[in-house]
């Protein structure tokens, strides 16, 4: 799975278009099935999280505890996708 930045009204712009590049790309390299998933506010969520959780904003910076967070948020989406098809 790759994650998609589409811009928030779900246009792609320079990112996105470099995300399904990339995807394309791996999926022939590695003839494995890559699937492009939206990531539009997975970085807020998660931060919206580690707040919650009493995580102080000094340490939500370093060890990339935000990025890994959005992460889990793209992959959770994409569950949730699967289990609603």
Not at 15 to 28: D, H, I, T, V, Y
Not at 40 to 48: K, N
């Amino acid at each position: 799975m790759v994650g998609l930045p589409l811009n928030m009204n779900g246009s792609r712009g320079p990112a996105a278009r470099a995300a399904e590049a990339f995807a394309s790309e791996l999926g022939q390299r590695s003839q494995v099935l890559v699937v492009l998933q939206d990531e539009r506010l997975s970085t807020v969520t998660a931060e919206r999280v580690l707040v919650e959780c009493g995580v102080n904003r000094a340490r939500r910076r370093t060890k990339g505890l935000v990025d890994r967070g959005a992460a889990a948020v793209i992959l959770q989406s994409y569950l949730d996708r699967m289990r609603k098809a």
